[in-house]
């Protein structure tokens, strides 16, 4: 029994998504042949002595040309100039996809220079970590991590259906949803944490230096945390902002209007407010992880069962 769904995949793009989907394609044999661009020459050399596909092309059109699935990888603000390169090399019946933050902008850009013959499934795996390039990926990056996509009205249903197959035999739940539904729900999860991380990392750099440097040296699990999040893909999240700018504007309005709450909180020493705002936010955390979306567990992240004694004086 085959695990085939397509005869052929093309990426263009192989970063952590691109390079960690092709190991799990080819893991799984879910296609008969992959093939694999990217712009610049010293990457093309790196997925090919890496084997990330079966061949690796110099253009765009040899990429695309007799895939029956097309999978976008590269920062949402290249897709207007891809739609436009990659549009006249698509055959009938192709679906083409994506793993962008943002979606809504993918239909605006790849939509008008489709044929109405080639079925467009956005996606958006809600999986990664700080690493980039090709080197980063792995096969179970995906693994019981959710997979969204955001057909528009009137998608084939078959190829939505490939593609959540797809996504579902590389350890992804998926889930469907309207693009501008999960841009303003990315907005919220994803892309303020983001942001704010940036300003925080931002606000220690701009310190006088010796201060600097016992911010580095004394870093708590918090801020280590934020320059995590801070050392993601500086292009790839410039094009997220840009392209999402809306809903992320209205996340940081309401950011602000809390973050003013709590100053006043503190300034005026009401230690209630700030006990039941920090138990409403102790409560979420607990949700994603009996979800199983908080990965790894550190110490204090693992159940009141699991912690160590040491724990328990806190």
Not at 40 to 64: F, K, M, N, W, Y
Not at 65 to 84: M, N, Q, R, S
Not at 239 to 260: C, G, P, W
Request: proline share 4%.
């Amino acid at each position: 029994m085959t695990n085939q769904l397509f005869d052929k995949v093309a990426f263009i793009g192989l970063g952590l998504i691109g390079s960690s989907l092709a190991l799990r394609i080819k893991q799984q044999g879910l296609a008969g042949s992959t093939s694999g661009f990217s712009r610049r020459l010293e990457t093309r050399q790196r997925i090919a002595e890496l084997g990330l596909v079966d061949s690796v092309v110099d253009s765009i059109a040899d990429c695309v040309k007799d895939a029956d699935f097309i999978l976008v990888c590269t920062p949402v603000g290249t897709y207007a100039d891809l739609a436009k390169e990659l549009a006249p090399h698509v055959k009938a019946g192709a679906i083409l996809s994506d793993v962008g933050s943002v979606k809504k902008s993918v239909i605006d850009a790849f939509r008008p220079a489709l044929p109405e013959t080639v079925h467009l499934v956005p996606g958006h795996p809600i999986a990664g970590t700080e690493h980039s390039g090709p080197d980063a990926g792995f096969a179970e990056l995906f693994e019981d991590r959710w997979c969204i996509l955001t057909p528009e009205d009137g998608c084939a249903p078959e190829a939505v259906e490939k593609v959540t197959q797809l996504w579902q035999a590389c350890g992804s739940m998926v889930e469907i949803m309207d693009a501008e539904h999960h841009d303003r729900v990315l907005a919220i999860t994803s892309h303020l944490p983001h942001i704010i991380a940036y300003t925080i990392v931002g606000t220690a750099t701009g310190l006088e230096e010796s201060t600097q440097e016992e911010v580095i040296k004394y870093s708590a699990s918090g801020f280590r945390d934020f320059t995590r999040i801070a050392a993601s893909d500086p292009v790839m999240w410039r094009d997220i902002f840009l392209h999402n700018k809306d809903a992320v504007l209205e996340m940081l309005q309401r950011y602000s209007e809390d973050l003013t709450a709590l100053q006043r909180a503190i300034r005026h020493g009401q230690g209630d407010v700030l006990e039941e705002h920090f138990t409403k936010t102790r409560a979420i955390r607990r949700s994603i992880i009996d979800a199983k979306q908080a990965g790894q567990f550190s110490p204090t992240e693992a159940s009141d069962e699991d912690r160590p004694d040491w724990l328990s004086i806190y």
